[in-house]
């Protein structure tokens, strides 16, 4: 079942994130899509998504990626988007003093020269815990940990969000803001 799980989450990520019209779904501009819609949608491009999978996929999924409506008629990704015309309409929240930034040491070159960019998401992803980075990281190689001086950058001017399962937004993050491991 645990496969079924993760190649159920990873197909959520590609419609609900990147690619609905891949199965010809609609986001609302919040990235809501209606769960009747998307179950009769992926079900008619072959990928065989029932209620009761949906609902075990989506409380299963240990980083909440994906969050119900409170009616529970609608279903959205939680942050990731790299849909320009989804707004997930989170408040700007000041944020904790540090945050963390898990990346592959493969891209530390071309973030000390021009900081962290959201490249195609709309956001930069941060973290308040460090394993949380460290897993993060090692999804794309050797994985170094960086620290985001977040209420520095914050008292400069720089926005946060925080999205629905605690991941810290922000649109980039100047190279005078991250402290790099020794």
Not at 65 to 74: I, P, V
């Amino acid at each position: 079942m645990k496969d079924k799980h993760e190649q159920t989450s990873k197909f959520l990520s590609l419609i609900l994130r990147h690619a609905p019209d891949t199965i010809g779904l609609t986001l609302d501009a919040q990235g809501w899509a209606s769960v009747a819609e998307l179950l009769a949608r992926a079900n008619a491009h072959g990928k065989h998504l029932s209620p009761e999978l949906l609902r075990e996929v989506v409380a299963a999924n240990a980083k909440q990626r994906f969050a119900f409506s409170d009616d529970g008629l609608s279903i959205r990704a939680s942050q990731g988007h790299s849909l320009k015309s989804v707004d997930l309409a989170l408040a700007p929240i000041a944020p904790p003093d540090l945050l963390y930034h898990g990346t592959a040491s493969r891209f530390i070159t071309s973030i000390r020269q021009g900081g962290l960019k959201a490249q195609a998401r709309q956001h930069v992803h941060l973290s308040t815990e460090q394993a949380t980075a460290v897993a993060v990281g090692a999804r794309y190689g050797v994985p170094v940990i960086l620290t985001v001086r977040a209420g520095e950058m914050h008292a400069g001017g720089h926005v946060f969000y925080q999205s629905d399962n605690g991941v810290w937004l922000t649109d980039a993050v100047p190279l005078r803001y991250i402290d790099f491991p020794k």
